[in-house]
């Protein structure tokens, strides 16, 4: 099995930052990409920012311009650097790691974080 860990979340005034991080153990061989959703409540989960093997990053547009996500292969660990913070972006954010193989011969499999919450307020 594989367990995501995050932290990093608080409360924030507007225009603060904040980094999480979030750091996946267990039986891994690779993992394909890395990930952060957020759920604000009455709201669908929804992709904040997604990074691959290789590098490759995508965010929402909502967040371009402002979160930076970063990972650390050998360590199994994903950033989110999150600037210029506004109250829409309050929310409980989950990690996710996708396509996680315990071995080269392994089927794949996603895993979620427990989530860690995000206020932003004045």
């Known amino acids: 099995q594989v367990q995501l860990v995050e932290s990093g979340g608080g409360l924030v005034q507007p225009g603060e930052s904040l980094r999480l991080s979030c750091a996946a153990s267990?039986?891994?061989?690779?993992?394909?990409?890395m990930g952060w959703y957020r759920q604000a409540p009455g709201k669908q989960r929804e992709l904040v920012a997604n990074i691959t093997s290789d590098g490759s990053a995508d965010y929402a547009d909502s967040v371009k311009g402002r979160f930076t996500i970063s990972r650390d292969k050998p360590k199994n660990t994903v950033y989110l650097q999150m600037d210029s913070l506004k109250p829409d972006d309050t929310a409980v954010y989950y990690c996710n790691a996708a396509h996680v193989i315990a071995s080269p011969i392994s089927k794949g499999m996603d895993y979620w974080g427990k989530g860690t919450l995000v206020t932003v307020s004045s």
């Open positions: 267990g039986r891994i061989f690779a993992i394909y990409a």
